[in-house]
């Protein structure tokens, strides 16, 4: 990742950049390699499972950051994972033990991105573990339809021990054994 101020700057680290991988038998791969212009948030990048755009900060009206959070990539990787920990070989596991084998992955998916803007990220993560634990134990109970909100309330999650992420903020994460 080279940062220019202007797309002629760009260009030329990139030329220096081929020249000085090609002395070494390498070279940058053109599918993924792309100059982006990052003023005024006019495109972002995906960098190391986090997409970085430039935007307005909130806190500052009219003064502009580099913000970050997990990429689209990243969001369906921890779903998919959070979906195979999930499924166990057999219906009747407690849902307890379902905790016990997602909570590393939660906390250290949180360890990850807690430097970047996630807070977002982690709110839709926390909702899809709530719904696909409660499915799950609908299913248990033998109750259809998607009405899981009515007997699997937010303070459930909590009860059963989940790792939550919603109050996660950069720089400190509770790390509970």
Same mark, same amino acid.
């Not at 791969?29 to 212009?37: E, G, S």
């Not at 190391?48 to 755009?53: I, P």
């Not at 937010?154 to 999650?157: D, E, K, P, V």
């Given at each position: 990742m080279v940062f220019c101020r202007t797309e002629a700057h760009a260009r030329e680290a990139q030329r220096l950049l081929n020249g000085i991988l090609e002395r070494l038998g390498l070279? @940058? *791969?053109?599918?993924?390699?792309?100059?982006?212009?990052l003023?005024?948030?006019?495109?972002?990048f995906d960098f190391?499972?986090?997409?970085?755009?430039m935007m307005v900060s909130w806190r500052k009206p009219g003064h502009w950051s580099l913000y970050r959070w997990p990429s689209q990539k990243a969001m369906q990787a921890i779903r998919d994972r959070i979906k195979e920990t999930r499924t166990p070989p057999y219906a009747w596991a407690a849902v307890e033990s379902?905790?016990?084998? @997602? *909570?590393?992955?939660?906390?250290?998916w949180a360890a990850y991105f807690r430097s970047g803007n996630s807070t977002r990220a982690f709110l839709q993560v926390e909702h899809y573990v709530h719904e696909r634990l409660a499915l799950f134990a609908n299913k248990q109970h033998q109750r259809n339809g998607r009405?899981?909100?009515r007997h699997y309330p937010?303070?459930?999650?909590r009860d059963l021990g989940v790792f939550l992420l919603g109050g996660i903020r950069v720089g400190y994460l509770l790390q509970t054994t």
């Open positions: 070279r @940058l *791969n053109t599918q993924k390699t792309r100059i982006v212009q003023t005024y948030g006019q495109a972002g190391l499972g986090f997409h970085h755009r379902l905790v016990e084998q @997602l *909570n590393p992955v939660l906390r250290g009405g899981w909100t937010a303070t459930w999650l």
